[in-house]
């Protein structure tokens, strides 16, 4: 199964759930897909949609997943590693009308540097990514929070955002 989780964000990120729905389409997603999201306009034919989710039956799908699929939450990507999965985060982007700003966007970058995140820009890469994020795992432990927090508090700082 691979899980898919947007968040609380109440605008819609339809272009991923779009791109998911192809996959398993054309056959190169065999899995069971479930999405947690708060918000849709695309209504999929392939995906099992939910919306927001009592978080002890969220980590419990996270740690069912074989996959799982992120937007960049820096607390639902914390709960993801801490049931050892790798998540594929695919943030959310304002030039597609899935955010109000780019801060999402910019920690992916953060995170792209960062071992233990498969971040995809590209959603044609996505089943490549997916492959990638089922087959590695990650040691347990607790999550490191300040290095979200500096890269939020820097992405603040370049925005010109008082403090």
């Known amino acids: 199964m691979i899980l898919v989780t947007l968040g609380t964000h109440p605008q819609p990120m339809d272009r991923l759930l779009r791109r998911l729905d192809e996959l398993v ?4 997603i065999s ?8 918000a ?9 949609v939910r919306s927001v989710l009592p978080f002890t ?11 799982v699929i992120s937007h ?3 607390g639902t990507l ?3 590693r801490l049931a050892g999965k790798m998540p594929v985060v695919v943030a ?20 792209r540097k960062l071992p233990g995140y498969i971040v995809v ?4 890469g996505l089943a490549d990514a997916i492959r990638r994020g089922r087959s590695e795992t990650l040691e347990v432990g607790a999550p490191d929070v300040s290095d979200a927090v500096a890269a939020l508090d820097e992405e603040l700082r370049l925005a010109g955002c008082p403090r």
């Open 78 to 80: 914390a709960t993801i």
């Open 72 to 74: 960049a939450g820096p």
């Open 40 to 48: 849709i306009d695309y209504v999929p034919k392939h995906l099992a």
């Open 92 to 111: 959310r982007s304002r030039r597609h009308r899935e955010h109000v700003d780019t801060h999402q966007e910019f920690y992916a970058r953060h995170l």
């Open 121 to 124: 820009d590209d959603l044609d």
């Open 25 to 28: 389409a054309s056959g190169e």
């Open 31 to 38: 899995d069971e897909v479930i999405v947690q999201a708060p």
């Open 57 to 67: 039956e969220l980590t419990r799908l996270i740690s069912e997943a074989d996959a």
